[in-house]
C-alpha cells in the first residue's frame, strides 16, 4: 500500500514569486509520481509525471518537480506564478505494476496581484 | 482523438435513491478507473476495469458497482444513496502500460 502527504493544505502568494508546493510519499514498492491540477469545477489535469529517468521532470504551464527517492518528495516548483495559477493541486503516486492512484489530500495554492 | 466523458455533469438525487453515471473513454484505452471526490478532500479510488471485468477496488461498500462494456465505456452505478455520497464522481481512462489516468471533467451528485 502507498500514501500521499502533501505537507501544506494552503499556499497564498503574490504574483511573480516563486513556489514550492511540498509532497511526500510511502511505499514499499517502485512507483510513478503525478502531480494534476484542478481548477474550480472541473476535473483533473496532468501537470507532470515521474517514470523513470532524470529526477527533475518538467510539466506543463512552466511547472517543474523533482522527485528525491531517498526523501521520498516530490516537491512542485515554479519560479514565477501568475494569477491564472490559483488552483487545487494534487500529488499521486501510483506503483508501477498497476494505474490505481492514490492522492494526496491537496494544496490549493491562491497567486493574489 | 476525443478525450474523456462523462454524463450527466450534476443530477440532485435524494436519499435511497439509485444513480447510474457514465464514462466514454478516450480513444484506444482499454481501462477505466473510477474515482470519488468529497468536497476539500482529494479523491479516492473506487474500482477499476480492464477489459469488462473488475481490476481492483477501493474500500467502498458493494452498493457501488460498475460495468465496463465491449467498447471501453463504463458505468458507476450506486444503490441506496446516502448524505455522504454527495461528491464529484471522476472517471478516469487508461492503456494500462504506463500508469498515466486521463481524466474527465466529472458528475457531480448531490444526494439530499
Known amino acids: 500500500a502507498q500514501s500521499v502527504t502533501q505537507l501544506d493544505s494552503q499556499v497564498p502568494v503574490f504574483e511573480e514569486a516563486p513556489v514550492e508546493l511540498r509532497c511526500n510519499y510511502s511505499?514499499?514498492?517502485?512507483?510513478?509520481l503525478f502531480w494534476y491540477v484542478q481548477y474550480p469545477n472541473q476535473g483533473l489535469q496532468l501537470l507532470l509525471k515521474?517514470?523513470?529517468?532524470?529526477?527533475l521532470v518538467k510539466g506543463i504551464n512552466g511547472f517543474e518537480a523533482e522527485f528525491n527517492k531517498s526523501q521520498t518528495s516530490f516537491h512542485l516548483r515554479k519560479p514565477s506564478v501568475h494569477i491564472s495559477d490559483t488552483a487545487e493541486y494534487f500529488c499521486?503516486?501510483?506503483?508501477?505494476?498497476?494505474?490505481?492512484?492514490?492522492f494526496g489530500e491537496g494544496t490549493q495554492l491562491t497567486v493574489n496581484p | 482523438e476525443t478525450g474523456v466523458t462523462q454524463s450527466p455533469t450534476h443530477l440532485i438525487k435524494t436519499r435511497g435513491q439509485q444513480v447510474t453515471l457514465r464514462c466514454s473513454s478516450q480513444?484506444?484505452?482499454?481501462?477505466v478507473s473510477w474515482y470519488q471526490q468529497a468536497l476539500g478532500q482529494g479523491p479516492q479510488f473506487i474500482f477499476q476495469?480492464?477489459?469488462?471485468?473488475?481490476?481492483g477496488r477501493g474500500n467502498f461498500p458493494p452498493r457501488f458497482s460498475g460495468l465496463q462494456f465491449p467498447n471501453y465505456s463504463s458505468e458507476l452505478n450506486v444503490n441506496a444513496l446516502e448524505l455522504d455520497d454527495s461528491a464529484l464522481y471522476l472517471c478516469?481512462?487508461?492503456?494500462?502500460?504506463?500508469?498515466?489516468?486521463?481524466f474527465g471533467e466529472g458528475s457531480r451528485l448531490t444526494v439530499l
Open positions: 478516469a481512462s487508461s492503456s494500462q502500460a504506463v500508469g498515466e489516468l486521463f
Open positions: 476495469y480492464y477489459r469488462e471485468e473488475e481490476n
Open positions: 499521486a503516486v501510483t506503483q508501477t505494476s498497476g494505474s490505481r492512484l492514490t
Open positions: 511505499s514499499s514498492v517502485s512507483v510513478y
Open positions: 480513444s484506444g484505452h482499454n481501462t
Open positions: 515521474y517514470l523513470s529517468g532524470s529526477t
